[in-house]
């Protein structure tokens, strides 16, 4: 691991669906993966795909290293016809054209960061991985606060596409003006 570079992911939430091809094509492409990642390992059990951080001769081979989880389902696609598109409605006797489709496998990673970010060791670097992902799904958003180095960032990709993100630090629930929280038992004129 190289000590000059420290990232911490604090909070994750993910709704980002993308085609199962689209995934395993980004891998396919030998993409740059972070600095301590040396592959990414993508396993598939069930309807559960699992993309683990490799990490050869830098961990032991028995600490499990962070990995990214989404489950597949099934989605059929309809292909649209311009014509019908443009025509609108018709009525009366004519006979429907059946809308070419195709099931498409479909990779959900949903959820928050436990569910889809697992493990502590290489989490971040698995993050910036996730973030990539994020980049090529047309569909669902990614928001999260990570920090490198001691500084805090928010991230968030919606559709695809990164939009501008801040972190706002707000009163937690149950504080009053002096940071206190609860019931004040000794002033309550309810109890005696």
């Known amino acids: ?5 420290t990232g911490h992911v604090y909070r994750l939430h993910s709704t980002l669906e993308l085609p199962l091809e ?3 094509e980004y891998f396919d492409n030998d993409p740059e993966l972070p600095v301590d ?4 390992d993508i396993t598939r059990r ?3 795909l699992i993309l683990k951080a490799i990490a050869e001769d830098k961990v032991s081979k028995y600490t499990p290293t962070a990995q990214l989880k989404a489950s597949v389902t099934e989605v059929r696609v309809y292909e649209e016809d311009p014509d019908e598109v443009n025509n609108g409605p018709t009525w009366g006797d004519e006979e429907e054209e059946e809308i070419e489709s195709e099931l498409v496998e479909f990779a959900a990673f949903k959820g928050d960061r436990e569910t889809v970010l697992q493990n ?3 989490q971040y670097e698995m993050f910036q991985v996730l973030r990539e992902i994020a980049k090529l ?3 669902g958003t990614l928001t999260a606060i ?6 805090l960032t928010a991230h968030r990709i919606v559709d ?3 939009r501008p993100a801040k972190i706002e630090v707000v009163e937690g629930p149950g504080e009053n003006e002096e940071g206190k929280s609860g019931v004040n038992w000794r002033d309550n004129k309810f109890i005696s």
Do not use: C, F, I
């Open 1 to 5: 691991m190289s000590s000059d570079e």
């Open 22 to 24: 689209d995934v395993r």
């Open 37 to 40: 990642v040396d592959d990414v």
């Open 46 to 48: 069930n309807n559960t």
């Open 120 to 122: 502590s060791l290489l």
């Open 137 to 139: 799904a047309d569909k």
């Open 146 to 151: 990570t920090s490198q180095d001691g500084e």
């Open 160 to 162: 695809g596409e990164e």
